[in-house]
Nanobody, 127 residues
Framework: QVPLVESGGGLVQPGGSLRLSCTASGFDFSAYTINWVRQAPGKGLEWVSSSEGSGGRITYADSVKGRFTIQRDNAKNTLYLQMNGLKPEDTAVYYC????????????????????WGVGTQVTVSS
């Protein structure tokens, strides 16, 4: 059983939208901060957003603020990332990751910080 599974990636034209899902199993989803982290081709990991377990605090990287929106449904053990106004530079593998503590900001990219790390879903923005 894989603790975190992402879905919803695909190919989209610039300016388009996608909705990613991150579904959890085997742990208390509502007790965990769930973050989105992405990795563009040939580049390192980049923190994208943070969602507190209760659904209270939500933060975004400046590069996606105003375009990406988090929705959390603890009853379904699922976190959604609504991505609008997609740009070619958003092309990356998107991972969701879980930790017991709050972590927000560019330092939260490192896999070693997390208790759970998903398998990733590819997002490609291209005309």
């Amino acid at each position: 059983q894989v603790p975190l599974v992402e879905s919803g990636g695909g190919l989209v034209q610039p300016g388009g939208s996608l909705r990613l899902s991150c579904t959890a199993s085997g742990f208390d989803f509502s007790a965990y901060t769930i973050n989105w982290v992405r990795q563009a081709p040939g580049k390192g990991l980049e923190w994208v957003s943070s969602s507190e377990g209760s659904g209270g605090r939500i933060t975004y990287a400046d590069s996606v603020k105003g375009r990406f929106t988090i929705q959390r449904d603890n009853a379904k053990n699922t976190l959604y990332l609504q991505m609008n106004g997609l740009k070619p530079e958003d092309t990356a593998v998107y991972y969701c990751a879980g930790m017991k503590y709050w972590c927000s900001g560019y330092v939260c990219y490192d896999k070693i910080l997390y208790d759970y790390w998903g398998v990733g879903t590819q997002v490609t923005v291209s005309s």
